[in-house]
Structures are given as C-alpha cells and as structure tokens.
C-alpha cells in the first residue's frame, strides 16, 4: 500500500504561480510512476502531468510550457510547478502514484483556484 499526503493549494490571481507537493509513504520501493490529475466541477479527471521512475515526463497539452512536474526520490515526493495560471486551471489537483503491479493510489486532493 501507498499512502500520498497533498499540500500547496489555494487561490491566485491570473498569471501567478503555484507548487504542489505530495509526499509518498508506505510501500515506496514499489512506486514506478507519480503524477498529477485534476479534476473540474462537472467534468472527468484528467491527466496534468506524471513522472517515471527512469525519468520521462510526459504533461497534458493545456500545460505544457506552463508546469512542471519533478521528483525528489530522497523525500518520497513530488512536486508540480504551475506557472502563468489561467482561470481555466482551477480544479482539484489529484497526486497519483502507480507501482509495479499497476495498482493506482490518490491522494485526497487540494484546490486549485485561480481568479482575480
């Protein structure tokens, strides 16, 4: 079992930036992929960004050039960088993390609004 711990959410103006953190504890050694979903009211879940363990990234079109995702494997935690913000980016962020049986955990989620 993996658990993830989310923090680093809240309200920003248009253009300002953000990081999230999540931090992993459990079975950790487990762990192939982290990432980020987010999910806005009425509408699915959807990929922002995911981290592998060999180092490939990959991030949704609406993002790229905007956020980064980067891992600390010395903390257990990764972190999403989220820079030029846009209204269309409030959401709930969701950390995710997949182990090597492709058993998928989440964290509880921390909001994300941006709005002047």
């Known amino acids: 079992q993996v658990q993830l711990v989310e923090s680093g959410g809240g309200l920003v103006q248009p253009g300002g930036s953000l990081r999230l953190s999540c931090a992993a504890s459990?079975?950790?050694?487990?762990?192939?992929?982290m990432g980020w979903y987010r999910q806005a009211p009425g509408k699915q879940r959807d990929l922002v960004a995911i981290?592998?363990?060999?180092?490939?990234?990959n991030y949704a079109d609406s993002v790229k050039g905007r956020f980064t995702v980067s891992r600390d494997n010395a903390k257990n935690t990764v972190y999403l960088q989220m820079n030029s913000l846009k209204p269309e980016d409030t959401a709930v962020y969701y950390c995710?993390?997949?182990?090597?049986?492709?058993?998928?955990?989440w964290g509880q989620g921390t909001q994300v609004t941006v709005s002047s």
């Open positions: 995710s993390a997949v182990d090597k049986e492709f058993q998928r955990y």
């Open positions: 459990g079975s950790i050694f487990s762990i192939n992929a």
């Open positions: 981290s592998t363990t060999g180092g490939s990234t």
